[in-house]
């Protein structure tokens, strides 16, 4: 989550997903909740041509999970796309006093089928942010190692502190501040060394810059299957087997 656009949100939800799956042996769902529809496309779905989507998944109670669940290359990975319509999410549940829990009640009922539900943010805060907010335990932050990018993370590290007062399990934490778009310059270092200061326990390893990342999505792969062995791939497990690693232990399975 990051209310800056461009940060490696999707890429670091797809590709960490991708991974929990495929490699750590767990059963995963990934919510896109971001309009822009870029993780259903990120795993190669045509989110343009399908008739149900997140929004109809939250907003009409007739939609069920297996209306919108999409299986994916990836074993073991399922996705719940998003697309436009979700545009529309603030004034379908207008009238809803509980319109930020959406998300939360549905996820209720879906538990034993999943050892890990992972969302897909948008770059905005809202009605959907807040939806994740509500329904997920653990946030990551994706932080761009460039100019204004450290403002903004305090930003949202105070929103999601913030949104524990309304939680029903006493709010999310951020579990990890994730340097992305790194590159060796004075700037990007000294970006790095202040998010390291704030965040001594919580601050991975940066995400350089590196064209395999971005390829991939373009062909519409994660970067295990694309690029298994490019210096992208090395750095995204890094920060993959960490988030995995700070994970709560009881709901999940042993690594494969
Ligand atoms: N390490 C990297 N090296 C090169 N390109 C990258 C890297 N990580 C991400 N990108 C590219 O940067 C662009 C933005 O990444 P991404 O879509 O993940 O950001 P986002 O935070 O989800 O954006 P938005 O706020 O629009 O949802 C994409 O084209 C992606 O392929
Ligand atoms: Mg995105």
Redesign the pocket.
């Known amino acids: 989550m990051?209310e800056?656009?461009?940060?490696?949100?999707?890429?670091?939800a797809v590709n960490t997903a991708a991974y929990f799956a495929q490699k750590k042996g767990a059963r995963v769902l990934l919510i896109d909740v971001?309009t822009?529809g870029?993780a259903g496309k990120s795993l190669g779905i045509d989110v343009r041509t399908l008739r149900l989507n997140v929004f109809h998944w939250l907003t009409d109670a007739a939609v069920t999970l297996d209306d919108v669940l999409h299986p994916t290359s990836v074993p073991g990975l399922s996705v719940i796309p998003a697309y436009k319509e979700l545009a529309d999410l603030p004034l379908a549940l207008a009238n809803d006093e509980r319109r930020a829990f959406r998300l939360a009640d549905r996820l209720e009922k879906l538990s034993p089928r999943f050892d890990v539900v992972m969302f897909?943010a948008?770059?905005s805060l809202g009605v959907a942010t807040s939806n994740i907010l509500m329904a997920t335990d653990e946030v990551v932050i994706?932080v761009a190692t460039t100019y204004l990018a450290l403002d903004g993370c305090a930003e949202m590290v105070t929103t999601v502190e913030q949104a524990g007062k309304t939680h029903p399990r006493g709010g999310p934490r951020v579990l990890l501040v994730v340097p992305?778009?790194y590159r060796k310059t004075a700037l990007a270092d000294e970006i790095l060394a202040k998010l390291r200061h704030y965040f001594p326990d919580r601050c991975a390893e940066p995400?350089?810059?590196?064209?395999a990342?971005?390829e991939a999505?373009?062909h519409g792969k994660t970067i295990w299957d694309h690029a298994p062995w490019s210096r992208?791939a090395t750095?995204m497990q890094t920060i993959a087997d960490d988030v995995w690693a700070r994970r709560p232990d009881a709901a999940l399975p042993k690594s494969a």
Do not use: E, R
Not at 4 to 11: A, E, F, M, S, V
């Open positions: 990051s800056k656009g461009g940060t490696c949100k999707t890429t670091l971001d822009q870029h897909d948008p770059p994706p992305t778009l995400l350089a810059m590196n064209v990342i971005d999505q373009s992208g750095l």
